[in-house]
Every structure is written in structure tokens, then in C-alpha cells.
Nanobody, 117 residues
Framework: QVQLVESGGDLVQPGGSLRLSCVGS????????MGWYRQAAGKERELVAV???????KYADFVKGRFTISRDNAKATILLQMNSLEPEDTAVYYC???????????WGKGTQVTVSS
């Protein structure tokens, strides 16, 4: 089993920045891709960014070059640097990890990001 814990969510003004962190523990050797998803109130959960073990990245179109995902494999940690935040970025941000050998996803409990003046 893998446990994921997110941190870094906060209230920030439009145009501001935040850095989210996700730390994995447990059977971290079984982790393959890791990523961030978000879910705004009344909406479905959506992909924000993912990163492979090799460092390949994929971003949602709405990121528009504002967010950067990075990873430390040895620490089973991923970061999401978010710049130029907009009110539309308000959501609970969830960390996700995919199992290397089985069709299984692991999820953190989420961290709240609120962008408001």
C-alpha cells in the first residue's frame, strides 16, 4: 500500500503563487506515474499534471504554462508550482500515484486552494 499526503494549499490572491507538495510513504517502490488532479465544488475531478518516473510531464490545457510539476523519485515526492493563479483555479487538489504492476490508483486526501481577493 501507498499513502500520499498533500500540503501547501492556502488562500491566495489572483495573480499569486503557491507550491503544493505530495509525499508518498509505504510501498513507494511500487509507484509509477504521479500527478495532481483537482476538483472544484460541483464539478468532476480533472487532471492538472502528471509526471513519469523518467520525468516526462503532461499538463492540462488550462495550465497554459502557469504550473510546473517536478518529482524526486528517491523521496516519492512531487511538487506543483502554481503561478499566476486565477479564481478558476480554486479547488481541492489531490495527489495521485499509479501502481507500477497493478491497475491501481492511490489518492491523497487533498489540499484546498482558494484564489480570491
Amino acid at each position: 500500500q501507498v499513502q500520499l499526503v498533500e500540503s501547501g494549499g492556502d488562500l491566495v490572491q489572483p495573480g499569486g503563487s503557491l507550491r503544493l507538495s505530495c509525499v508518498g510513504s509505504g510501498s513507494i517502490f511500487s509507484i509509477a506515474d504521479m500527478g495532481w488532479y483537482r476538483q472544484a465544488a460541483g464539478k468532476e475531478r480533472e487532471l492538472v499534471a502528471v509526471i513519469s518516473m523518467g520525468g516526462s510531464t503532461k499538463y492540462a490545457d488550462f495550465v497554459k504554462g502557469r504550473f510546473t510539476i517536478s518529482r524526486d523519485n528517491a523521496k516519492a515526492t512531487i511538487l506543483l508550482q502554481m503561478n499566476s493563479l486565477e479564481p478558476e483555479d480554486t479547488a481541492v487538489y489531490y495527489c495521485n500515484a499509479k501502481d507500477r504492476w497493478y491497475p491501481q490508483d492511490y489518492w491523497g486526501k487533498g489540499t484546498q486552494v482558494t484564489v480570491s481577493s
